[in-house]
């Protein structure tokens, strides 16, 4: 009886010691998940483009600043996507010497979103409300049309790979996730 009773708990043991050895392994697998894209990211191809977004949001940013009224945010929106389109068709260029295809283009609904949501205010700010023209985001700042943000699509295709991705991008260089 007590040789059943020790291969019982030998057995029981080994049990514990396999179920303890595989909680790890699914913890990882859960933090993990699957991602059949995940690929394009890693080869840093996403990183590049969304460095360079960060330059051309910058650029434009500071081409409209101080230069157009509340009133006039139509035009100041129309003077950031001349500065903004030659730089985003640029960018479909670039990628073409890593062998990968950027596509980039405004996304109306996500800055509408993040105008409502993520607009820069505070009691000690002295800002105005957020509006989005298009994918971008202008704020009123001193009576004037100032280019906060844009939002945008991006998509990165190489080989056998593909990624998409939103990103809203700050003026003067600030990048944040949409």
Known sequence: MS????????VLAAAVLVA????????AYHQLGYDGDVRAVDDGSLDRATAYLDRVVANASGTVAGRYGWQSRGAAAADANRTLDPDLRRLDTVGLAEDVVYRVSQNDSAAAAWA????PTGPMREFG???ADGGL???RRA????LVAVALDLRVVADDRSTRLTVVVR?????VGA
């Not at 409502?116 to 607009?119: H, P, R, V």
């Not at 009576?143 to 100032?146: L, Q």
């Not at 003026?171 to 990048?175: E, H, M, N, Q, T």
């Open 143 to 146: 009576g004037e049309a100032h």
């Open 116 to 119: 409502s949501e993520a607009c």
């Open 3 to 10: 040789r059943k009773r020790e291969r019982a708990q030998l």
């Open 129 to 131: 409300p957020c509006r």
């Open 171 to 175: 003026g003067y260089g600030r990048r």
């Open 20 to 27: 303890v050895a595989l909680v790890p392994m699914v913890v």
């Open 137 to 139: 985001v202008f704020q």
